[in-house]
């Protein structure tokens, strides 16, 4: 899934293919079709025979969501169903991971497959979860990133969680560490649920970003452009990266480890890493656009 943009995954219900012609319409970069929480158990069987129908462009990154390794007969059906269209598929989101066993049996199965392997989105939705977040994230080479899943969590805790995020911000900060600690890519963050409220969406947004998310899922097309905007460098940011790139460069061709920029702050291999790692993401924003 490397150069794929997830900055704002469109999640879309299995059986409405109409819903996923209109979701690349309106700017996804990446969809996830849904296969679990939202079809209904009757529509199942519908929604694993439309995956056939997907067509989208190959700048789209296609993931879907199965279910439940609880439902063990459900995510069988689902995994059958993904196997003729393996190499149209980038990535399989697992709800719900608790373990590092749910993680590695998908894994084998995908595996054992014939065509591409997609890449592998566990889930963070659950206390057991976010305790065992390290050892999912690192459970197979087939893991691109960790979701962490709020509204789950939520209910699990008895919480009500806010735009501020100060509820779960010690969950939050432990799924982004542990995608840091596994050498993956960083995290993304569950939906924001108010569909009309905008200024809550860009504070949750901001919150995710602040913390070390690298995107967050999206469950309406106009969350899009907001999702986008938030995540991507502002003026500022890249301005100060540019400096830092350029007079750290010019200190290391001169055989100098560190260096100051022009107001006087000191930098050092790790500061000029976090700067890269800014323009790299203005860079993508920008072809993206």
Not at 30 to 40: F, G, M, P, T
Request: aromatic share 4%; charged share 20%.
């Amino acid at each position: 899934m490397a150069g794929r943009d997830l900055t704002a995954p469109l999640f879309v219900p299995g059986d409405r293919p109409d819903r996923i012609r209109k979701a690349c319409e309106r700017g996804a970069r990446a969809i996830v079709i849904d296969l679990e929480d939202a079809v209904a158990p009757t529509r199942k069987d519908a929604a694993r025979a439309a995956l056939s129908q997907v067509t989208v462009a190959d700048a789209v990154a296609v993931l879907v969501r199965v279910n439940a390794s609880t439902d063990r007969d459900l995510l069988a059906a689902d995994l059958a169903a993904l196997r003729p269209v393996l190499s149209r598929v980038a990535g399989v989101v697992l709800p719900k991971v608790e373990s590092v066993a749910t993680v590695r049996d998908v894994a084998a199965e995908l595996s054992g497959a014939s065509g591409c392997v997609p890449a592998l989105v566990p889930t963070v939705e659950t206390a057991r979860g976010v305790h065992a977040a390290y050892e999912i994230a690192a459970a197979s080479p087939l893991v691109h990133t960790l979701l962490f899943g709020p509204v789950d969590l939520s209910a699990e805790l008895g919480i009500t969680a806010t735009a501020a995020g100060t509820e779960l911000v010690t969950a939050r900060s432990t799924v982004v560490l542990a995608c840091a600690a596994a050498r993956i890519a960083a995290p993304l963050d569950g939906p924001w649920t108010g569909l009309d409220d905008y200024l809550g969406l860009a504070e949750a947004t901001r919150h995710a970003r602040n913390l070390g998310f690298g995107g967050k899922v999206a469950i309406h097309p106009r969350q899009l452009p907001v999702l986008t905007t938030g995540f991507a460098p502002t003026r500022a940011e890249i301005s100060w990266a540019n400096e830092v790139d350029s007079v750290y460069t010019a200190a290391v061709s001169h055989g100098v480890g560190v260096a100051r920029l022009s107001d006087g702050t000191f930098i050092d291999p790790p500061v000029a890493e976090r700067a890269r790692r800014i323009l790299s993401r203005a860079h993508r924003t920008a072809a993206a656009s």
